[in-house]
């Protein structure tokens, strides 16, 4: 069996494809486990050196998402699955019209394609994002049923991609599946143009002795989990009966709600003894009107009843993160 990974080089698509390789098998079209033969970490940029943790099965890819006629080469196959990440992501989708366009849009549809120009039924697992709900009826707390009205670039390209998502699954050209992620933390490295980006930012920085620049207010409400989680969510979404997800493919994933006092509190606490970088208030006003449009807590039934994993709290998050990279 291949396995595809648009944004394969990125935090998300390396973990899953670590994930994927120790397992050595996932669900092929026909719902049996199929060993991995082939891995493609197709990304716009590489690293220089191969990661840690890849195999002789694994090719990384260096190209243009919105280049089809690439994507219809890497994606191919009669034994198939695709997880597509790749994506410009919230703050840089609202600085770059045309490129969101480009790559979330124009990239979507030529996974979509691809999949679809498949032999067999190709299981395709998108991630989507809380950034799909928005507007001036926003709820406090959102579901998998709360009405989708994105107030940014990138959640509104977030929603297509989920409704074609859909209607390639009605008509039977591929078996699709939609992962809505909440804000997605701690994520190691350098930050990205990500308007979340501070929540991994407050616990990252200071946990390296770093100080950091807090752009958003400490009562902002997020709803966020742990990367182990959502790796792990995702890889049951790929495989879950496709019966049982239904005609709208597309779940939220669990998530807890946090303010960013709380986690700063989980961070202390966490911490403990260790000398931690100072978190200083450097208000950025675009960052908290695009945080401000996001809901605050987000509940996940149809996750749940796929029996989709869930943080347990904020404390196994920060453990987990410093376990994996911070004393790593």
Same mark, same amino acid.
């Given at each position: 069996?291949?396995?595809v990974?648009?944004?394969?080089?990125?935090?998300?698509?390396?973990?899953?494809?670590?994930?994927?390789?120790?397992?050595?098998?996932?669900?092929?079209?026909?719902g049996?486990p199929?060993?991995?033969?082939?891995?493609?970490?197709?990304?716009?940029?590489?690293?220089?050196?191969?990661?840690?943790?890849?195999? =002789?099965?694994?090719e990384?890819?260096?190209?243009?998402?919105?280049?089809?006629?690439?994507?219809?080469?890497?994606? +191919?196959g009669?034994?198939?699955?695709?997880?597509?990440?790749?994506?410009?992501?919230?703050?840089?989708?609202?600085?770059?019209?045309?490129?969101?366009?480009?790559?979330?849009?124009?990239?979507?549809?030529?996974?979509?394609?691809?999949?679809?120009?498949?032999?067999g039924?190709?299981?395709?697992?998108?991630?989507? +994002?809380?950034?799909?709900?928005?507007?001036?009826?926003?709820?406090? %707390?959102v579901?998998?049923?709360?009405?989708?009205t994105p107030?940014? %670039?990138?959640?509104?390209?977030?929603v297509?991609?989920?409704?074609?998502?859909?209607?390639?699954?009605?008509?039977?050209?591929?078996d699709?599946?939609?992962?809505?992620?909440?804000?997605?933390?701690?994520?190691?490295?350098?930050?990205?143009?990500?308007?979340?980006?501070?929540?991994?930012g407050?616990?990252?920085?200071?946990?390296?002795g770093?100080?950091?620049?807090?752009p958003?207010?400490?009562?902002?409400?997020?709803?966020?989990?742990?990367?182990?989680?959502?790796?792990?969510?995702?890889?049951?979404?790929?495989?879950? =009966?496709s019966?049982?997800?239904?005609?709208?493919?597309s779940?939220n994933?669990?998530?807890?709600?946090?303010?960013?006092a709380?986690?700063?509190?989980g961070?202390?606490?966490?911490?403990?003894?260790?000398?931690?970088?100072?978190?200083?208030?450097v208000?950025?006003a675009?960052?908290?009107?695009i945080?401000?449009?996001?809901?605050?807590?987000?509940?996940?039934?149809?996750?749940?009843?796929?029996?989709?994993p869930?943080?347990?709290d904020?404390?196994?998050?920060?453990?987990?993160?410093? =376990?994996?990279?911070?004393?790593?």
């Amino acid at each position: 069996m291949k396995v595809v990974i648009t944004g394969g080089t990125g935090f998300l698509g390396l973990r899953l494809a670590r994930v994927i390789l120790e397992r050595g098998e996932i669900c092929g079209a026909s719902g049996a486990p199929e060993p991995i033969d082939k891995m493609i970490l197709f990304d716009a940029v590489t690293p220089p050196e191969r990661p840690a943790g890849l195999d =002789e099965r694994v090719e990384i890819v260096s190209g243009d998402i919105a280049d089809r006629d690439l994507v219809m080469r890497l994606i +191919s196959g009669d034994s198939l699955s695709v997880f597509h990440f790749a994506s410009v992501v919230s703050a840089g989708a609202e600085q770059d019209f045309d490129l969101a366009m480009k790559v979330n849009l124009d990239g979507g549809i030529n996974v979509l394609e691809a999949a679809r120009a498949a032999p067999g039924l190709t299981r395709v697992v998108f991630t989507s +994002s809380f950034a799909v709900y928005g507007g001036s009826t926003l709820p406090d %707390t959102v579901s998998d049923d709360t009405k989708i009205t994105p107030m940014t %670039t990138y959640g509104m390209t977030k929603v297509v991609n989920e409704l074609l998502l859909n209607d390639y699954t009605r008509k039977g050209f591929l078996d699709g599946r939609g992962a809505r992620l909440p804000t997605v933390i701690i994520r190691p490295g350098k930050p990205n143009k990500a308007a979340s980006g501070f929540a991994s930012g407050v616990f990252r920085e200071p946990l390296s002795g770093i100080d950091y620049d807090l752009p958003v207010k400490n009562e902002t409400r997020m709803a966020v989990s742990g990367y182990r989680t959502i790796v792990d969510g995702i890889l049951a979404l790929h495989e879950a =009966e496709s019966d049982a997800i239904g005609d709208d493919r597309s779940v939220n994933l669990p998530s807890i709600t946090l303010t960013v006092a709380e986690m700063i509190e989980g961070l202390q606490r966490v911490a403990g003894d260790r000398p931690l970088g100072q978190i200083n208030a450097v208000p950025d006003a675009a960052i908290q009107a695009i945080c401000d449009g996001w809901p605050g807590r987000g509940q996940s039934p149809r996750a749940d009843a796929l029996g989709l994993p869930a943080d347990k709290d904020l404390d196994s998050i920060i453990r987990a993160y410093i =376990e994996d990279y911070a004393d790593a």
